[in-house]
């Protein structure tokens, strides 16, 4: 988890993610049979981007690392392929809160979304692991754009407007800002909408991702042992924590993480 400062104050939280040549720049104009340009131009021409010489960057290292590489134009994501032996990693782009974390174990990959970085940055991407874990990366600059999935990203951010109810209302009830009856009406809506989202999941798995299957023991905790000051952010391990650290790492792996703007506790 890291944070920033919010434009309007307090704190804002996320919660926790080879060359090809294609065709860019210019319209496709599709050729029907027995059918003429009625301007009578010439189609253009789609301009290829190629990828030679383009900067990537290949690590093995012990602890955390710092990889820079020069963005070309026409780049518009980063890919990583990443694996770590131990511990928690994360992967940072210096390019605002996207970034990708979670726990070592097996391959990873992920892509950055570098379509708003003026070509010629020399982009950093740090690497964090712990001081004792050893790690390998490869990575390259793609002309492909990144696009999250859809489904994920809708529910990562319906999540993000339920961990910010449930965290402002347990932080502000710990605070003695907010009072009983106070925190009820403050986490309905969350509490409501979260049932909906497991619902959903549970009816239809087929279309609810990998997000999906993490949704209901939120949901079973937050709707019945849990429903209560303080069974948010004071939740003993269990489903519901294990759940709320896998929704974290999923949606931070879509590039969309789960944020909250943060009331109290900084």
Not at 24 to 46: E, Q, Y
Request: include cysteine; charged fraction near 15%.
């Amino acid at each position: 988890m890291s944070s920033a400062e919010s434009p309007g104050g307090g704190t804002t939280i996320m919660r926790s993610a080879r060359w090809t040549t294609v065709a860019a720049l210019g319209l496709a104009v599709a050729a029907l049979s027995g059918c003429t340009a009625a301007s009578g131009a010439a189609s253009p021409t789609p301009t290829a981007v190629s990828t030679s010489g383009w900067p990537t960057a290949q690590l093995y290292h012990e602890g955390p690392t710092t990889a820079t590489l020069t963005l070309p134009s026409g780049a518009r994501s980063l890919h990583v392929d990443f694996s770590c032996t131990s511990g928690l990693y994360a992967v940072s782009p210096a390019t605002g809160i996207d970034s990708r974390s979670g726990m070592c174990g097996g391959a990873q990959s992920f892509d950055f979304d570098v379509a708003a970085v003026a070509p010629g940055t020399r982009l950093r991407v740090d690497i964090t692991v712990p001081t004792d874990t050893r790690l390998t990366a490869a990575l390259r600059y793609s002309p492909r754009p990144f696009a999250p999935d859809r489904t994920t990203k809708a529910q990562c951010t319906a999540l993000s407007s339920i961990t910010e109810a449930y965290t402002n209302a347990d932080q502000g009830h710990a605070a003695g800002d907010v009072t009983d009856a106070e925190w009820v009406q403050q986490t309905a809506k969350a509490k409501a909408q979260l049932a909906d989202l497991a619902a959903t999941a549970h009816s239809h798995p087929e279309t609810a991702g990998l997000l999906g299957p993490a949704l209901p023991p939120l949901a079973d905790w937050l709707g019945g042992a849990g429903d209560h000051p303080g069974g948010f952010i004071g939740a003993p391990l269990g489903d519901f924590t294990a759940a709320d650290a896998l929704a974290g790492q999923i949606c931070s792996a879509n590039g969309t993480p789960i944020v909250v703007n943060a009331k109290y506790g900084g």
